[in-house]
């Protein structure tokens, strides 16, 4: 068998660096790596969801409040656990608005605080850390379509409206 020379075998080990850092940022993962390394559903203490009406209207918005020990919790992380979270690199800041509300999804642990956004456009953004502040856009299957179910769920829970503050 023939060696390999010093030029191939460099070439060899720059490949599998490049095929190593494509996989880490284009390859899907499952919703506790996408949130982020601290997330435990075990651990969570509350949850609280926002959803605020589109479309310059300024009533409708509503929250949630859920516990760790309620179905509905346990209902919405099976759902958002449901699907492969591919990262998604977004050209510019624009979103597109596609949902009658946009969703905010607050997951309070003792250590840190987890937010899962949706608007209804091709992205969902995570964002975790002390503050939930550290944030990643997201794109999974038939992304339009899994939000809205998201949001048709949430809006069949039991919520109380938002306070409306016109300045």
């Not at 559903?41 to 589109?54: K, R, S």
């Not at 800041?93 to 840190?112: F, G, K, W």
């Not at 608007?119 to 339009?144: H, N, W, Y």
Request: charged share 25%; no cysteine; aromatic share 10%.
């Amino acid at each position: 068998m023939k060696k390999l020379s010093r030029k191939h075998k460099i070439a060899l080990v720059e490949l599998v660096v490049i095929l190593a850092v494509a996989v880490y940022f284009f390859f899907p993962r499952p919703l506790s790596s996408a949130l982020g390394s601290g997330f435990d559903p075990d651990e969570v203490t509350g949850v609280q969801v926002d959803l605020t009406a589109f479309g310059g209207e300024a009533e409708g918005g509503r929250t949630l409040s859920l516990s760790p020990d309620d179905p509905a919790w346990e209902e919405l992380l099976s759902l958002l656990s449901s699907k492969w979270y591919r990262p998604y690199y977004l050209e510019g800041s624009s979103r597109n608005v596609t949902l009658d509300y946009t969703v905010q999804i607050t997951i309070s642990q003792p250590e840190a605080v987890f937010r899962y956004s949706l608007t209804g456009d091709k992205a969902i953004d995570l964002a975790a850390g002390a503050e939930g502040t550290r944030g990643r856009s997201f794109q999974v299957t038939d992304s339009q379509a899994f939000q809205q179910s998201v949001l048709d769920f949430l809006l069949e829970q039991e919520y109380t409206e938002q306070d409306v503050r016109q300045e």
